[in-house]
Nanobody
Framework: QVQLVESGGGLVQPGGSLRLSCAASGSIFSINTMGWYRQAPGNQRELVARITRAASTNYADSVKERFTISRDNAKNTVHLQMNSLKPEDTAIYYC????????WGQGTQVTVSS
């Protein structure tokens, strides 16, 4: 079992920044890939960014050059630095961890609005 606890969501103005964090516990030795997905009302859940234990990263085209994912293997945490936020970034953001199966965090709301 893996547990994922997220933090850092909130309300920001367009152009602002947020830093999301996700801490993993449990069978953390089995985790390879971690990442973030998001889901807005009426939309499918989509991949935002992911990172492997070796720090290989992938980003959705919509967030490239604005978001940065990072990982602290010693602390079993993953972060998502979100800059230049846009209203279309508004969604629930879910932390994700891959072992032999997928694990998901509870989600944290990010709202970008004036």
């Amino acid at each position: 079992q893996v547990q994922l606890v997220e933090s850092g969501g909130g309300l920001v103005q367009p152009g602002g920044s947020l830093r999301l964090s996700c801490a993993a516990s449990g069978s953390i030795f089995s985790i390879n890939t971690m990442g973030w997905y998001r889901q807005a009302p009426g939309n499918q859940r989509e991949l935002v960014a992911r990172i492997t234990r070796a720090a290989s990263t992938n980003y959705a085209d919509s967030v490239k050059e604005r978001f940065t994912i990072s990982r602290d293997n010693a602390k079993n945490t993953v972060h998502l630095q979100m800059n230049s936020l846009k209203p279309e970034d508004t969604a629930i953001y879910y932390c994700y961890a891959l072992t032999y199966r997928d694990y998901w965090g509870q989600g944290t709301q990010v709202t970008v609005s004036s």
